[in-house]
């Protein structure tokens, strides 16, 4: 097999994963072979539905480090499930075999032979049960990570990273920690250093509005500052607290690489104001660098045909470089 492929798990089956993987591949050549684990027959019926022809490579996963791939056709690993039919509702129904994608994926992925792994979205409410708050942290306890990872929402003209991911705003306030926000920016910092050579300049919210609060203290007095002032010491380059409704005006946010914001609309919310869906969710700290096409399974759109791809391009070519 060629070094460093790019590994993709096609993730719910009742998503719009496949149609954009579908107008990804035919649009773009990418350097790297994409090897896809899903169903062969999920892949078939939604191609025909959608009306793709594509030719199909079928991988033995236990040779699959003996092949020559490349992306003439598209290459697959079967997850053996029978699917009735492609466009189903949501449901309990496909958790097996999601699980049995990503254990596959985290199996392959000890080998060091792939440039990441790029997951389809997945039902938080069916998959994940209130077990994990998403896949950032369902893999992150599969890899023995857990409470070592941070979501970063990457565009190269600037990117966002929550402290907190899928919490509701009401529990926000209680898991907002010194240690989160120091390695949250240790984290960052890391990984700009590794993969672009440089050193984020790096702004931080407050969480409340315009950095205060009514009550005699607030979290931006016993935590917040206190943890910019350490990491000013520790000579990162952080700036903060800001107040979340200005530092997105375009003269502000320009002169930063990276937002760090207390929750996750906080962020989440005007970077996809800014650039749509041209933005791609890394996950950091993980053995293998992991990422997710920034955008939901979108039920309502399925088998229509209209979706945007752009997300799921940018992340296969994040890992084609």
């Not at 898991?175 to 990984?191: A, G, L, M, S």
């Not at 700036?239 to 207390?262: E, N, S």
Request: proline share 4%; charged share 25%; with cysteine.
């Amino acid at each position: 097999m060629n070094s460093k492929s790019i590994l993709v798990v096609a993730g719910e089956p009742n998503s719009i994963f496949l149609e954009i993987f579908f107008k990804s591949i035919k649009k773009n050549n990418f350097k790297k072979p994409i090897v896809l684990i899903v169903s062969k027959n999920l892949l078939l019926k939604q191609m025909k539905k959608l009306k793709f022809k594509l030719n199909i490579n079928l991988i033995n996963k236990k040779k699959l480090f003996l092949q020559k791939l490349n992306n003439k056709k598209i290459n697959i690993i079967n997850v053996d499930y029978e699917f009735k039919n492609v466009f189903e509702k949501i449901s309990d129904n496909s958790n097996e075999y999601i699980e049995k994608c990503f254990l596959l994926a985290s199996s392959l992925l000890k080998s060091n032979k792939f440039s990441g792994l790029i997951n389809g979205p997945i039902s938080k409410k069916n998959f994940l049960k209130g077990r994990y708050l998403g896949i950032t942290e369902y893999l992150a306890d599969k890899t023995n990570r857990k409470n070592k990872t941070v979501m970063l929402i990457y565009n190269k003209k600037l990117s966002v990273s929550p402290i907190t991911t899928h919490l509701p705003l009401k529990e926000v306030y209680k898991h907002i920690t010194k240690k989160r926000i120091i390695n949250q920016v240790k984290y960052i910092n890391e990984f700009y250093l590794k993969k672009f050579k440089i050193k984020p300049n790096i702004a931080i919210t407050g969480l409340n509005p315009h950095c205060e609060s009514n009550y005699k203290t607030s979290e931006e007095e016993r935590i917040i500052i206190p943890s910019i002032k350490h990491l000013i010491k520790k000579k990162y380059k952080v700036h903060g607290p800001f107040a979340a409704d200005t530092i997105f005006l375009k003269d502000q946010y320009c002169k930063y690489d990276v937002i760090i914001g207390m929750y996750h609309d906080q962020v989440l919310t005007p970077i996809k104001t800014l650039f749509g869906f041209d933005a791609i969710n890394i996950t950091i700290g993980l053995p293998f660098v992991r990422i997710s096409p920034d955008h939901g399974p979108n039920e309502k759109m399925l088998g229509k045909n209209l979706s945007d791809p752009k997300s799921l391009i940018e992340a296969l070519k994040f890992l084609d470089k």
